[in-house]
């Protein structure tokens, strides 16, 4: 919520330099294209996308070229390119590094977000962008601002803007300027949709409703729940701040903060996922942590003018993910994981007291080794079981995409029951009607048209003995029954459907 709002502000903010007078229409122009970003979300981004591309080119061409005239015209700024300089800051204002650390940081986020869109674009893509075109246009208008400054004696209001002539040329830098903050905060959004959902694939956020955009990218979504959040976030924080001077401070510890806590995450990826020995792990992973907690602690002080705003956000995101994993960590260890075997299963069926009956039953089950309850169930009470049974477990592996060839295992149990395992990545939507179609495909004599689908309906109730604080019990019953049901997740035909109440006290 902070990126959109910081860069759409400090874009509208250039209203000023053309037009000292359009000052009180900063923060509505803010707002407005604040709103029409998060409007625009549910139309998906594939016919704009086509030109964020050329825009930024355009952008970054012009970063690039302002900047080297400023160069041009005063190259001693040049010397700063000699580390020399940083070594006599050091030595000369020791005090001084923490309050520089804290400034300096604004030139380099954005960073901190790139992994979001890696599995949008890839590593190739993004490291040519960087390189070729990025990193040389930021380098020199930096070096082009500096330049200015120099040659004016410090006094300078918004050198961004002002190393732009004024007329024409400063308007179409500061149009520029919103289209870029408008295409970044695309970026950002479209980023925290595919976050949450692989947070809801891995099981560590309460399922939302997902709609897709694009029938041939699917990595292109949109989630309403979040974009309406991150909408009302967003212009909140405007409001609050009104400017982005003042939003720096919030800014500059989001951004230090989630790349210290990267660092830490890739360090358990790369010992426990990819099994990297330590001595080729905490070499790599000091050396990114030195600058990381360097930046992070040149930022604390900004806590109490605004910093305190991303930590507070995501603590809250904390608090909802640890109760939702721990709720269903606890459920599922006091529920599903005990109950009867398979063997077990297939002589309940082939008792006298069950009678078999016509078509087929698809019961979801959350243990692809286990039983589900609502089968128990809806046997106990109605003594009947259709003549074909599938027990169908969706499984989401910790990767992002699974091959076709690897995204469903079918085995029969006995008795006409069979049970079936979907793989999906993290990245990915399971369809449950399409695996109906391969599991018909796999030899299971069933008729997806006529399959019925059983589902448990979890009634959350507190004051058990689970492993949870109180105040976590009641937030997870919360959360529950304001998630997604899994029969409207799974996008199944609702006459198709029966539902059975577990009550489970936490």
């Known amino acids: 919520v902070i990126t959109p709002a910081i860069s759409v502000l400090s874009a509208a903010e250039g209203l000023t330099l053309i037009s000292p007078a359009a000052e009180h229409w900063v923060i509505p122009f803010a707002c407005i294209v604040l709103a029409g970003i998060f409007w625009f979300q549910s139309k998906g981004s594939q016919t704009i996308g086509r030109i964020y591309g050329p825009i930024m080119l355009v952008w970054f061409g012009s970063l690039g070229a302002l900047g080297l005239w400023q160069v041009i015209q005063t190259p001693i700024v040049l010397q700063a390119l000699n580390p020399w300089h940083g070594w006599v800051l050091l030595r000369d204002h020791p005090l001084q590094i923490t309050a520089l650390l804290g400034a300096i940081v604004l030139a380099i986020t954005g960073v901190e977000a790139i992994y979001a869109d890696m599995g949008h674009f890839g590593r190739r893509a993004i490291m040519h962008a960087w390189y070729l075109v990025a990193l040389p246009g930021l380098a020199l208008n930096y070096f082009g601002q500096g330049a200015y400054v120099l040659s004016h004696g410090g006094l300078v209001e918004n050198p961004f803007l002002a190393?732009?002539?004024?007329?024409?040329?400063?308007?179409?830098?500061?149009?520029?300027?919103?289209?870029?903050?408008?295409?970044?905060?695309?970026?950002?959004?479209?980023?925290?949709?595919?976050?949450?959902?692989?947070?809801?694939?891995?099981?560590?956020?309460?399922?939302?409703?997902?709609?897709?955009?694009?029938?041939?990218?699917?990595?292109?979504?949109?989630?309403?729940?979040?974009?309406?959040?991150?909408?009302?976030?967003?212009?909140?924080?405007?409001?609050?701040?009104?400017?982005?001077?003042?939003?720096?401070?919030?800014?500059?510890?989001?951004?230090?903060?989630?790349?210290?806590?990267?660092?830490?995450?890739?360090?358990?990826?790369?010992?426990?996922?990819?099994?990297?020995?330590l001595w080729k792990t905490i070499p790599l992973c000091s050396l990114f942590a030195l600058v990381d907690v360097g930046f992070l602690y040149?930022?604390?002080?900004?806590?109490?003018?605004?910093?305190?705003?991303?930590?507070?956000?995501?603590?809250?995101?904390?608090?909802?993910?640890?109760?939702?994993?721990?709720?269903?960590?606890?459920?599922?260890?006091?529920?599903?994981?005990?109950?009867?075997?398979?063997?077990?299963?297939?002589?309940?069926?082939?008792?006298?007291?069950?009678?078999?009956?016509?078509?087929?039953?698809?019961?979801?089950?959350?243990?692809?080794?286990?039983?589900?309850?609502?089968?128990?169930?809806?046997?106990?009470?109605?003594?009947?079981?259709?003549?074909t049974v599938v027990l169908l477990s969706v499984v989401t592996s910790e990767v992002p995409y699974v091959t076709a060839d690897e995204r469903l295992e079918v085995r029969e149990i006995g008795n006409g029951i069979w049970r079936a395992v979907a793989h999906y990545g993290y990245m990915e939507s399971p369809d449950v009607a399409r695996l109906i179609e391969q599991i018909r495909e796999a030899g299971v004599p069933l008729k997806p048209s006529e399959a019925t689908y059983y589902f448990n309906r979890e009634m959350i109730i507190t004051g058990g003995e689970a492993r949870m604080w109180e105040w976590q019990k009641h937030f997870y019953a919360v959360l529950s029954r304001n998630a997604r049901q899994a029969r409207d997740y799974y996008q199944l035909p609702p006459m198709q459907i029966i539902e059975v109440g577990l009550p489970i006290q936490l």
Do not use: C
């Open 298 to 387: 040149g930022n604390l002080h900004k806590f109490i003018d605004g910093g305190w705003l991303p930590l507070a956000i995501g603590a809250g995101l904390l608090a909802v993910m640890h109760t939702w994993k721990s709720g269903k960590n606890e459920i599922f260890r006091r529920v599903y994981a005990n109950g009867i075997t398979e063997e077990e299963l297939a002589d309940i069926a082939s008792s006298s007291y069950v009678t078999r009956v016509r078509g087929t039953a698809v019961f979801m089950a959350g243990n692809p080794q286990g039983t589900p309850l609502v089968l128990l169930h809806h046997v106990k009470a109605n003594k009947v079981l259709h003549e």
């Open 163 to 277: 190393i732009a002539p004024a007329g024409a040329i400063r308007l179409g830098v500061m149009v520029l300027s919103v289209l870029a903050a408008i295409i970044a905060s695309q970026a950002l959004i479209s980023g925290t949709f595919s976050l949450i959902r692989s947070s809801i694939q891995l099981g560590f956020f309460p399922r939302l409703k997902i709609l897709h955009t694009n029938a041939a990218q699917q990595g292109q979504i949109y989630i309403p729940l979040v974009n309406a959040a991150l909408a009302f976030g967003s212009i909140t924080i405007v409001l609050m701040f009104k400017s982005s001077s003042s939003l720096a401070a919030a800014y500059g510890i989001a951004v230090t903060s989630a790349m210290t806590v990267t660092t830490f995450a890739f360090y358990l990826v790369a010992r426990r996922a990819w099994k990297w020995s």
